[in-house]
């Protein structure tokens, strides 16, 4: 079954910049979205298409593709922007999630 | 504004049958997709499975075939995945969220429901 494979957890100071990665194969022939989920929250869509932002999403929210990689990437995080963030992409009409990577703001 | 209110939380038995559901309102119910989401606890997100709504036309993970049955009712736009047996490990919160398929995308999100299952 196909895979998408996160870091399990990334820390960045406060008006730093975090990259998210998130890897599977022939990730460069599909479309990966972004959902970020704060505790005891429902995810939220902050990126898609790669590279979308949907509106009210802060433009501190950025993604990126390359080769079988795609990253979002926060800059000038803030604390509100902690939170685990998945990734997720379709293949053969299956949703794949990644496994998260939690971005903690120290 | 576009909106998903699922059912409230169950506490089950294993063995027992269950039906939870996911109401929309704010747009076209028959013109999206709608897909399942499990979290079980303390781990990351997984996807059931998906119908549309207008033909009931409904997909499943492989994880999940056979275990789970999402149908829909469009006369009051809602949704529903159920068990005809529960386990103790489809404990879980369940989301439900709105698929557009040009963008390849879950836009919009219910704020999940909680299903316990133990003896």
Redesign the interface.
Known sequence: SYELTQVPSVAVSPGQTASITCSGNKLENKYASWYQQKPGQSPLLVIYLNKKRPSGIPERFSGSNSGNTVTLTISGTQPMDEAVYYCQAWDRDIAVFGGGTKVTVL | EVQLVQSGAEVKKPGESLKISCQASGYKFTDYWI?W?RQMPGE????VG?IHPIDSDA?Y??SFQGQVTISADESISTTYLQWSSLKASDTAMY?C?RH?YD?????N????TLVTVSS
Do not use: C, H, K
């Open positions: 897909a989401v990351g997100l997984e996807w998906i997909r993970s492989p989301y969220t557009l963008s390849s995308t879950f836009d999100w219910g704020q999940g």
